[in-house]
Nanobody, 121 residues
Framework: VQLQASGGGLVQAGGSLRLSCASS????????GGWFRQAPGKEREFVAA????????EYADSVRGRFTISKDNAKNTIYLQMNSLKPEDTAVYYC???????????????WGQGTLVTVSS
């Protein structure tokens, strides 16, 4: 299983970016997908997750209301739309596939390589 994350870059505070995570096969079929991030000097943290059927979504408190996770099963891709970005959102963002079909913050089995998001003030 390969996950390819893309869409990161440099943006000013208040701006938007959309991250994409394409899988090599039907990786997200029957499984939840998620996004995590790791800022310099900090541990990796959960950002958002979406269930296999898109019916359940979970967000970290720090991004709720600003970020939106979505999934396109036909394209085997999950997305993270990030609006109203803040300097504290600066991190390497990773996509992942969970072992299970429902959302959660742990038990992720496959990971993408990460894409860097830098938000300037």
């Amino acid at each position: 299983v390969q996950l390819q994350a893309s869409g990161g870059g440099l943006v000013q505070a208040g701006g938007s970016l959309r991250l994409s995570c394409a899988s090599s096969g039907r990786t997200f079929s029957g499984r939840a997908g998620g996004w995590f991030r790791q800022a310099p000097g900090k541990e990796r943290e959960f950002v958002a997750a979406i269930s296999y059927d898109d019916n359940n979504i979970e967000y970290a408190d720090s991004v709720r209301g600003r970020f939106t996770i979505s999934k396109d099963n036909a394209k085997n891709t999950i997305y993270l739309q990030m609006n109203s970005l803040k300097p504290e959102d600066t991190a390497v963002y990773y996509c992942a596939v969970r072992r299970f079909h429902l959302v959660g913050t742990t038990n992720y089995e496959y990971w993408g390589q990460g894409t860097l998001v830098t938000v300037s003030s």
